[in-house]
């Protein structure tokens, strides 16, 4: 998926700029699929990558860096003097010394913590990219409750307001109208089986269109289609 968004913008914008952050962080050979765009081939499979810039960004080695500039400040030296010469052999030994610096790292501690969010990217037989949203939440064996109940001492309007915040989140998140609703439906089954009320949850759509419309103007549906398809 990785070499198909490479290759797909590439191609659309020989400049195109790719920047990735907390590189320590990325699974082991994930960064290997990028090594041939980086070398100096003329073309691959009929595309030039040469114009194509590339950001990688790690925190390996900002323990160190950060103490090495502040003996440089102590020793009364600015920091806008220090240059990559005196930092270079600093990196180079953080790296090496870094044991597993390319390992997966959990983002949560256990199945009760707030599940972590991934985008997910499909390309339609014309080549357009298109992304969804994947919640954790929806796994069958995943052990978390979702929403308040009514029957709980949360006022109403705030729990409403939940109903908003998502479909903030997924309009977001899909670009395609068909995956906006579908996140959207279940969530309205999800709350209706909770006890809200679908007039009150109509009204909360309303909301959220009116006030947000820009997140879903490139779906070019109305809202009173928007409503029957989420909630009728």
Do not use: W
């Amino acid at each position: 998926m990785l070499r198909d968004l490479v290759e797909n913008h590439v191609k659309q914008c020989g400049r195109s700029l790719f920047i990735f952050d907390e590189v320590d962080k990325m699974p082991p050979g994930l960064l290997d699929v990028v090594n041939p765009y980086l070398e100096n081939y003329e073309q691959l499979n009929g595309v030039d990558y040469r114009k194509a810039i590339f950001i990688f960004i790690s925190n390996v080695g900002s323990p160190l860096i950060f103490d090495t500039t502040l003996k440089y400040f102590q020793n009364g030296v600015p920091r806008e003097s220090i240059t990559l010469k005196h930092i270079e052999s600093i990196i180079e030994k953080a790296a090496q010394e870094t044991e597993n610096q390319l390992e997966v790292k959990e983002t949560t501690e256990t199945n009760n913590s707030a599940s972590y969010l991934d985008i997910m990217l499909s390309y339609d037989t014309d080549g357009h990219m298109n992304t969804s949203l994947y919640d954790k939440r929806d796994d069958v064996n995943f052990s978390i409750t979702n929403f308040p109940l009514l029957i709980s001492n949360i006022p109403s309007s705030p729990a409403y307001g939940v109903f908003i915040s998502q479909l903030i989140r997924y309009a977001r998140a899909s670009t395609k109208y068909t995956d906006f609703v579908l996140r959207a439906r279940r969530l309205a089954d999800k709350l209706l089986s909770q006890g809200y009320v679908c007039d009150r949850l109509t009204s909360s759509l309303r909301k959220f269109y009116g006030r947000y419309g820009e997140l879903v103007i490139h779906y070019d549906v109305p809202l009173s289609r928007m409503v029957n398809d989420i909630l009728s």
